[in-house]
């Protein structure tokens, strides 16, 4: 079969190699029909069949006492005080690059609906974001107005729709590196909750069950969004694709969550699906495939949203906003019913069989009939990878380079798009809707109420593309650190993993090499941490010509807040207080924010990393939080102590007195991203209780300074005003987004 | 509650956590089932097509809600449910984008400029400034200048935006609403509209205290007068 428009075989087209049609034809013993082709390509697409990934993350651990449910459904779910909590990131990130608004929007829709398949109400999103430098900020190129237009229309997406859906946005991050001008990335993680006897799975039993289809109607939009964007690279022809854009209606989004949860909660269905890539085709084919039945599909009774479609188009439409559902027969109109109540549309689509196929028909005839589980069983790779040769080298000539004082080095990092606060971007999100959000964006971590309980439960989610781009395996460790950290300094005990890799063509043996490099460094981490990988997406051809993006893995991490303990805020609140530095501090400039902003270089070696040392100031923090010894506490990373003390005068009340550790050269003691560190400040009768739980496990502690007046004054550079400090956090970003 | 609604659980939380019992009353639904106060939540009614709150302001039960408040018995809209009543004719005016062009969800300060209502009788006094939070895209009060005239001389603008003074200054109004209104009051009192999020502000361990002193005091305002 031929492609008109392009003169060679359909199936390339379709983005399938000629092995892989030799093999779909094997399994079917004929030539596939444009329809079963067309299903083949965007089931065998790497979105969604990881077929590229696969044989790499079947090592990564994923058991732990708390998990219920690992890696492989919907969403993973975890054991929190008796209540099930369903964890998930999916990534947007091409189409948010063609569209931003739509394409954030329908990413949040996407991984919403994964949560709700596992039965779970969802109840939080964050979301990890990353672009090209913006106008005015170091390293901005002639990309930088495009960034800019990028950054505001994926925030305003993820505005729109997540606040209409009434999930409250509670965390995440959003940073700025050359890398992501061509390919920004937009990955959303979604929270949920659920009873344990609740949760559902992607099954479709019983031969002679109802096939239901609800919500939106199936239009031509998104056709191939797997195959056409989120398997390929960019090339300057980016534009052309935005037809392959999905449109989010949040408002049948709402309809769909509670509609779903009231089928559930009535016991009105015994298998759920959400309808994502791939569409109708993958919903059908994976839901009957793991029951090890078979389903058959009458395209008539699929509402359409525009006339003449082909059976190719609404089996693998992407239509946002449809779940599939399996409803015992004698069960079919009270489900109807509910879904009518609600303002939701349901409609009987099919029936499930004992044949084990998937059978498609239109208009009475059989337009596609292929063994279910065959669709789902994709082609596997053993990828080569090799290690680049020599490091990619990156020069700022707007840096100001190594002679800049320490004052206003501080200061241009606190300014600095990576650093400055991104009060601008999270107050343009509900982040306190279903009022369960203790602490939301801008802390360390995202604390929830844990509803049902007195249990709450912390999530962060990071990742670290520069430290990426020196050492995969390196930076996939310290992301996982981070994460861990963040939690701890919230007072949680972290517990599990999601996590979503963001990489380049994985065909390019030195992509997949950092692909695997960091998926190992994830792996390794994750176990010494004690914190099992529950799921997790993977994201490849992040790249647009021959520029891949710095490999991104992000790490979303759950931890438990036990109850009655409360997280101290990162500001300075208490005049005297003591400021102390928890961990040692290291000439360790590679990679740094510093690096960046101010030296304007790219280059490592990357800190070291010491994950007994994380773990044990991990369980000296929660002691002291639970204890109730802190009055601030701030996890130190990027900007290293600098800008962690920066930060916690521009959120607290006071400014501080601070001497360096003597004998240091001053630059690198404050800017060094030495891991396992946070700054801490303690009333002075609690400095000795701190100084002897933090001899007992280790780790050593130094004080700083004191908490008092107006100055952030660190001996060995000038004063600088509290309030100026307070201005430029809060302003730098802003002004990089052009708006005051 | 009308499909799209999504602070109905909250405002429900927050009543029962002031010790009131509740129910939902579905859009379709035209008997109010013998309620006390009808509280609008917040959201994004019919996914706010067409305006914010146009098409909820036609669905049957509001019809019933026009009769409960015509019968002199409290009704509050919040956010969304504010949208509804200025769109359903209760409360004049209407709520235009902010002025800033973006959402906006942060705590802000209010202050009280009425107590002649059910809903600001009970514990507050004049000029009190409560910490209270928005979120809102579509949150700029406006009216003509006629009709401001007339709620200004009524004295039927509940609460105004205000900074930690309770001065009406330019940054503490977050959304441009004219004469910074943040809630109004109908002619006859009993119908409360306003953009922040009270049921926000009641339990401490997720956004202050100050929003129970409005729901208290409606609930107060329903117990006999002691004699």
């Known amino acids: 079969m031929a492609d008109a428009a392009t003169e060679q075989p359909l199936h390339r087209s379709l983005g399938l190699t000629d092995d892989e049609y030799a093999r779909i034809q094997q399994i079917l013993g004929r030539v596939p029909n444009h329809a079963e082709l067309a299903m083949y390509s965007v089931m065998w697409s790497e979105h969604c069949s990881y077929k590229s990934s696969r044989v790499h993350l079947k090592d990564l651990p994923s058991e732990g006492p708390h998990v219920l449910i690992g890696p492989g459904e919907g969403a993973g779910v975890i054991e929190v005080d008796g209540v099930a909590v369903a964890m998930r990131i999916e990534s947007h990130n091409h189409p948010s690059f063609v569209e931003p608004v739509q394409g954030a929007a329908t990413g949040i829709g996407g991984v919403v609906r994964d949560v709700v398949s596992m039965g779970a109400r969802p109840i939080a999103l964050l979301d990890s974001l990353r672009f090209g430098p913006l106008p005015g900020d170091t390293g901005a190129d002639q990309a930088a107005d495009r960034n800019r237009w990028l950054t505001g229309g994926v925030v305003s997406g993820i505005s729109s729709y997540g606040n209409c859906i009434g999930v409250p946005t509670v965390g995440g991050e959003v940073k700025f590196e050359n890398s992501y001008s061509g390919n920004p990335l937009v990955n959303v993680m979604c929270v949920g909750v659920v009873p344990i006897d609740g949760i559902m799975l992607a099954r479709a039993p019983g031969p002679g069950n109802a096939v239901l289809l609800l919500g939106s109607t199936t239009g031509r939009d998104g056709i191939g969004g797997v195959s056409v964007l989120a398997s390929a690279s960019f090339d300057d022809q980016a534009a052309t694709k935005r037809p392959s854009v999905q449109v989010g209606d949040p408002f049948t989004e709402k309809l769909l969550i509670e509609g779903s949860l009231s089928l559930i909660e009535k016991g009105l269905v015994v298998g759920i699906q959400d309808l994502g890539g791939a569409g109708l085709c993958c919903a059908t084919s994976e839901s009957a495939a793991n029951a090890g039945t078979g389903m058959t599909i009458d395209l008539d009774r699929v509402p359409l949203r525009e006339k003449g479609m082909e059976p190719f188009e609404i089996l693998t ?9 399996i409803v015992k027969p004698e069960l079919v109109q009270d489900a109807i019913d509910e879904c009518t109540r609600l303002g939701l549309r349901a409609s009987v689509i099919g029936e499930v069989t004992d044949t084990g196929r998937l059978t498609v028909t239109r208009g009475g005839e059989v337009v596609a009939d292929v063994p279910a589980a065959s669709l789902g069983d994709g082609p596997l790779y053993h990828r080569p990878y090799t290690a680049p040769e020599g490091a990619r080298t990156v020069r700022f000539a707007d840096a100001p380079g190594p002679g800049t004082p320490p004052d206003e080095a501080l200061m241009r990092l606190v300014a600095s798009a990576n650093i400055a606060s991104k009060r601008w971007v999270w107050e343009q999100y509900d982040y306190q809707v279903m009022l369960n959000t203790v602490a939301g964006p801008g802390s360390d971590a995202a604390i929830l109420r844990l509803p049902g309980t007195q249990t709450r439960i912390a999530v962060t989610v990071d990742g670290n593309g520069r430290y990426g781009q020196i050492d995969p395996r390196q930076g996939a460790r310290h992301s996982v650190a981070e994460a861990y950290r963040n939690l701890c300094t919230m007072g949680a005990e972290p517990v599990a993993v999601t996590n979503c890799m963001n990489f380049g063509n994985p065909e390019i043996p030195e992509v997949m090499w950092q692909f695997v490099e960091a998926v190992s460094g994830m792996g390794e981490a994750c176990r010494a941490l004690e914190t099992p990988i529950t799921g997790g997406n993977v994201s490849f051809y992040n790249q647009t010509l021959d520029e891949a993006i710095y490999p991104t893995p992000m790490i979303g991490m759950i931890g438990i807040v036990k109850p009655g303990v409360v997280a101290p805020p990162a500001g300075f609140q208490k005049e005297e207080d003591i400021v102390v530095l928890l961990g040692r501090t290291g000439d360790e400039l590679g990679g740094s924010e510093y690096q960046r902003s101010i030296l304007g270089t790219l280059e490592g070696p990357l800190p070291a990393l010491d994950l007994n040392a994380e773990a044990s100031l991990g369980w000296l923090l929660r002691e002291l939080i639970s204890r109730g010894l802190l009055n601030s506490a701030h996890d130190c990373s990027e900007g290293g102590i600098g800008v962690a003390l920066a930060e916690m005068v521009a959120q607290g009340q006071w400014g501080a007195q601070i001497r360096p550790e003597p004998g240091r050269d001053l630059i690198p003691w404050l800017f060094s991203e030495t891991t396992a560190r946070v700054v801490v400040a303690v009333g002075p009768g609690d400095l000795s209780e701190l100084m002897e739980l933090a001899r007992g496990i280790g780790i050593p502690a130094a004080e700083l300074g004191i908490v008092n007046g107006r100055l952030l004054s660190i001996r060995g550079m000038p004063d600088i005003k509290a309030a100026e400090i307070r201005r430029e956090y809060e302003r730098g970003f802003p002004r990089l987004m052009g708006s005051n | 509650m ?7 659980r909250d405002a429900n939380y927050s009543f029962e956590y002031l010790g009131a019992g509740t129910r939902y009353l579905w859009h379709q639904d035209t008997d109010l089932e013998g309620v006390d106060v009808v509280v609008l939540p917040g959201g994004f009614a019919y996914g ?8 909820a302001a036609y669905s049957p039960v509001m019809d019933s809600v026009r009769e409960f408040a015509a019968a002199g018995k409290p009704v509050i809209g919040i956010c969304n449910g504010f949208q509804v009543l200025c769109e359903a004719g209760l409360l004049p005016g209407a709520l235009r ?31 009190q400034i409560l910490t209270i939070p928005i979120a809102h895209f579509d949150g700029s009060y406006y009216a003509d200048d006629e009709t401001l005239e007339q709620l200004v001389a009524d004295r039927r603008i509940a609460f105004r935006y205000c900074d930690a003074e309770g001065e009406l200054t330019a940054d503490s109004n977050p959304n441009g609403s004219r004469l910074h209104i943040a809630g109004i009051l109908n002619e006859q009192r009993n119908v409360l509209g306003m953009m922040p999020h009270p049921e926000r502000a009641v339990d401490p361990a997720v956004g202050g205290t100050d929003g129970r002193l409005i729901l208290a005091s409606v609930l107060y305002s329903l117990q006999p007068a002691e004699t």
């Open chain 1, 317 to 325: 439409s992407e239509s946002q906003e449809r779940m599939l559902v």
């Open chain 2, 2 to 8: 009308f499909p799209g609604s999504n602070c109905d």
């Open chain 2, 48 to 55: 706010d097509y067409l305006r914010t709150g146009a098409m």
């Open chain 2, 97 to 127: 984008r902010n002025s800033g062009l973006r959402f906006r969800c942060m705590p802000v300060r209010i202050r009280v400029e009425t107590l002649d209502s059910p809903f600001t009788s009970g514990g507050m006094w004049p000029g």
